[in-house]
């Protein structure tokens, strides 16, 4: 079920998180709006 029942060191506890970060996936999504100004000399 994923529940520790014993007391854990903080160093059980920093390897726990480092190997759970390990398995999840990551997913990093960069947006850029531009958003035009009256003051852009874009020709718009």
């Not at 529940?3 to 759970?20: H, T």
């Not at 390990?22 to 990093?28: D, H, L, P, W």
């Amino acid at each position: 079920m994923g529940q520790i029942v014993e007391k854990v060191s903080e160093e059980r506890l920093i390897s726990l998180l480092e190997s759970i970060n390990n398995r999840t996936v990551k997913q990093t999504k960069v947006m850029i709006q531009r958003r035009w100004s009256v003051l852009d000399s874009g020709g718009r």
